[in-house]
């Protein structure tokens, strides 16, 4: 489980996200200057020319908002991969801090307190990204909060 938990768990699921933005988002993201200035441009361009075209044909919960759900599943399942899926108090704020501010931002998208557009599919993706590594990993996750 500890090496399905790694690979898939954490690199694969960050990988597929990343590669939704990179292959199918629009390149004026911030990130692609950085993919310029680190010279991966021509690259990632050659790879965009295979994918633009099919754009328009993915779902926009696919495009917009599972790679952020793959992001925070795979930041969860690295930080209980880290601590060997031991939860206990000191941990608990590394762990669920990424979530929070996740799920916050986009909440305070609706209070217009945060700049963008408040959405549900978000913060639907957001709740399954924090939960589903708890619900997958359950049988090695220990549990102690208590202290003595």
Not at 43 to 52: A, D, E, H, P, Q
Not at 96 to 117: A, D, N
Not at 125 to 145: A, C, Q, V
Request: aromatic letters at 16%.
């Amino acid at each position: 489980m500890k090496v399905k938990q790694l690979y898939i768990g954490h690199i694969f699921t960050l990988l597929c996200g990343s590669l939704m933005y990179i292959l199918f988002r629009t390149s004026n993201l911030k990130m692609f200057v950085w993919f310029e200035k680190l010279n991966f441009l021509n690259v990632i361009s050659k790879l965009r020319s295979f994918t633009t075209n099919s754009t328009a044909q993915i779902p926009n919960v696919i495009l917009y908002s599972l790679p952020d759900g793959l992001w925070l599943f795979s930041y969860i399942s690295l930080v209980l991969y880290v601590w060997k899926n031991k939860i206990n108090q000191e941990n608990l704020f590394w762990i669920f801090i990424i979530p929070i501010i996740s799920i916050s931002s986009e909440l305070g998208q609706i209070i217009k307190i945060i700049p963008g557009t408040f959405d549900f599919v978000d913060l639907i993706m957001y709740l399954l990204g924090t939960i589903l590594p708890f619900i997958i990993y359950r049988k090695s996750i220990t549990l102690n909060l208590i202290q003595p």
